[in-house]
Structures are given as C-alpha cells and as structure tokens.
C-alpha cells in the first residue's frame, strides 16, 4: 500500500490535469446522452426569439424555466448543435470552469504554501466529498457550476480591487439566478461600497438589456409571469415538498411539522415530530431563515463597513455566506449544495494541515455521508430523500464553520 501511495505521490502534476480533462470529456460524452435540465434552457431560448413567453408554460416533464431573459440570449447559439453536441459542450466548458473553481479555492485557502503530498490529499479528499453534488451537476446539465465560478471570481477581482470586474460577473450571476444576492448584501456589510453600487448598476442593466430585443409589452409579459414563478411568498415555495429530491430548510421543517404534506413521493415511515398549521410552519420557516442569515454576523464578529485585510478571512466569511445559499432558498435541487464547496474545502484544510479532535473528524464524516450516501448506497435513496439528509449535512457544515471560527483569532486571521 504504501508503495502504491509512493507511487501517486510521484505522479507529476501535468498527467493529473491531463488526467482531469480526460475524465471530464469522457463524463462529458455520457452524460450528453438523454434529456436534461440544459434542454429546457434552449427551449426557453428559442421560444423568446420565437416570441413566445418562456415563463407562461412548463417544459419536459412539467418543469418550469425560472432563469433571466439575458441567459436565454447568452445560450442561443448552442441552439444551432445538434442537440447532443450543444449539451456536449455545454458540459465540457462546465468541467473547465470546475478546474478553475478549484484552483481559485486552493489559491485562497493557501495549499500551495505545503507539501506536493498534502495538496494532492487536499485536491483528492474535496472532490470526494463533493462527488454527488458534482456528479447531479453534470447529470442535470445544471447551471450551478456557472453561477459558482462567476461568484468565485467576483471574489477573486474584489481581493485584487479589480472593482469593475468585480461587479460585472457578481451582477452576470444574480442576473441569471437571485441565488447570488447574498454576496452582494455581504459586500455591502464590509464596506465595498464601490463594487456593491456597481455591481447593482450593473444588475439593472442586465435585467433592462433584453427589452432592447424584444417588444415592449412582450417583455413586460416576461418579466411579470418571471415574478410569479420565483416569488418567494407564493406557498409551494413554502410547503417545498413538490418534488421528493427537494432540499433546503422550507423543505426539512415542512416534513418535521407537518403530519400530511403534499409530497405524493412520502414514504409511509412517520418522520413529523409535531403537526402544525400552514400559518405556523410558515412563520418557523421565517424565524429559522432569520437566525440562519443572521448567523453570519457571528462569522464575520466586525462593525460594518470595515474591510477585509486577510485573503484567507475574507474566502472564510465568503464560503459561509454562500454555503447559506442551498438552505435558506427555497426549490433546491442536490445540486445547489455544490455550492457548499468552499465551505467543505475549509473543513479538509483544517483537517490535513492541523490538528483536530476526534470529533471533528466525526462530524466531518457525517457530512460526507449525508453527501454522498446516493452514491455509496443507492440502493436505499428513497430513504435519504425521506428524510432529508443532504439538508442535514448541510446544516453540519454551517455548524462546522461556525466552531472553527471560534478557534480562531479575530485580531490575527490565519491559517
């Protein structure tokens, strides 16, 4: 075994990035096959070219497009492929910008300050334990991975005071999906005035930018049937149990409180602890949000609008605002919880280069089994989408970051 090890430790970095590409375009080619999440966007995409409003009616299987205008224009052209061809490529620009979400992680946490040995087990170990969310991803033909790496080099340009860059990629990603909205609130808190008023010019912008192409009247059509799809106070974004592979904290406190929820994928195993009303599993769905957005504050311990001088603080408070993301929304898929990468990779770095109590490694495994059980142990997936697991782990890793805080001094950041 220990020859074995010996011998990957020799393996020289450009065969492993060799070895990553191949992996991805092989993945790439699999997964192309069959319908996916990407088909409906170009459905939507041409019907907006085709004058018809994307929002108005669902699409394969009933799903809905929920996504901006803008981004049916962005993919446009990948309606001219073959259908295979454009999911194809679709996947494998996907696979490219993982790598460099990656790299941008490693880059901010510091790996490369260590030893060949530890990177490679820290590189390992984070795609491990984000196999299923990456997995779901390229199966869906998702656009998390897009939104992630927009807000990873949002970050990225922010640290290096590139402000216009900056905003425009942090207003690309909430323009595409709201889910980026949390970042911009965090920039404002710690004193990025400029790029947080840029970045909200630039939202503007980008949502006005479709109505220079399209009808008046039938743009404003769009965006008001857009509105009545993602409204946040609409109750099946509250009662958030439409689909058995939903996730998030309106799904989990749903089926903790309520005894019947419309959830017609329910397993006949009880797993309510109380059954409430609407109107009172409502108000703990709010109250839980609150706590859970609020928690941050404990993470970042500041005044606001006091800056960031530490990279590594700043991709630590960062990580937590966007790993808060897939529990506070409503209608998450496993895929969104993809974007709890960074968070887990502060979890790993702790783990490899220093030492940590036996509980801590506990948990950390937890937490890889509430990922990643669908894989390990398809076989009884029912069960894990009952009960919510992947909502659970998530949980575990906000708790995780929020310990680890705690070991560290606010006057001296460091790794």
Not at 37 to 54: E, G, M, T, W
Not at 100 to 126: N, V
Not at 174 to 190: M, S, T
Not at 321 to 349: D, G
Request: net charge positive; proline share 3%; aromatic share 20%.
């Amino acid at each position: 075994m220990r020859l074995i090890i010996n011998q990957i430790i020799k393996i020289p970095d450009v065969i492993w990035k060799w070895l990553y590409f191949v992996t991805i375009l092989i993945i790439a080619l699999i997964e192309a096959n069959g319908r996916s999440d990407f088909d409906i966007y170009q459905l939507a995409s041409k019907d907006v070219f085709n004058h018809i409003n994307p929002y108005s009616h669902s699409y394969i299987d009933g799903y809905y497009y929920y996504y901006s205008l803008l981004f049916t224009y962005l993919i446009y052209p990948f309606t001219f492929l073959p259908a295979y061809w454009s999911t194809f490529l679709w996947l494998f620009i996907n696979g490219i910008l993982l790598y460099y979400i990656i790299a941008e992680i490693s880059d901010f946490i510091g790996t490369f300050k260590y030893s060949y040995q530890k990177q490679l087990l820290f590189f390992l170990l984070l795609i491990l334990f984000n196999i299923r969310t990456i997995r779901e991803n390229f199966h869906s033909a998702q656009i998390t991975i897009f939104i992630l790496f927009l807000m990873m080099y949002s970050l990225k340009f922010l640290h290096q005071n590139k402000i216009i860059l900056s905003a425009v990629l942090l207003a690309l990603a909430i323009n595409i999906k709201l889910l980026a909205l949390p970042i911009l609130v965090y920039y404002l808190y710690r004193g990025y005035i400029k790029v947080f008023f840029y970045s909200v010019i630039f939202v503007v912008i980008l949502f006005v930018l479709p109505a220079f192409f399209m009808d008046k009247n039938f743009y404003l059509d769009c965006i008001q049937h857009w509105w009545l799809l993602i409204n946040p106070d609409n109750n099946k974004h509250i009662i958030d149990v439409d689909e058995r592979s939903f996730h998030s904290i309106t799904t989990l406190i749903t089926t903790l409180f309520m005894k019947n929820p419309p959830d017609i994928y329910a397993l006949p195993i009880r797993r309510y602890i109380a059954d409430l009303s609407f109107e009172q599993i409502k108000w703990i769905i709010q109250i839980i949000r609150l706590i859970l957005m609020f928690s941050v504050l404990i993470i970042i311990r500041d005044w606001p609008f006091k800056k960031v001088n530490n990279s590594f603080q700043l991709f630590f408070e960062w990580s937590y605002v966007i790993s808060l993301i897939p529990l506070i929304f409503p209608h998450q898929q496993h895929y969104a919880f993809l974007l709890q990468m960074p968070a887990i990779a502060i979890l790993i770095f702790y783990l490899i280069y220093y030492q940590t109590s036996i509980s801590f490694k506990i948990i950390l495994a937890i937490i890889f089994l509430c990922f990643n059980l669908k894989i390990i142990l398809g076989v009884w997936n029912d069960y894990y989408e009952h009960f919510k697991i992947l909502t659970y782990g998530g949980l575990l890793v906000i708790l995780m970051l929020q310990l680890l805080r705690f070991r560290i001094n606010q006057n001296n950041f460091s790794q």
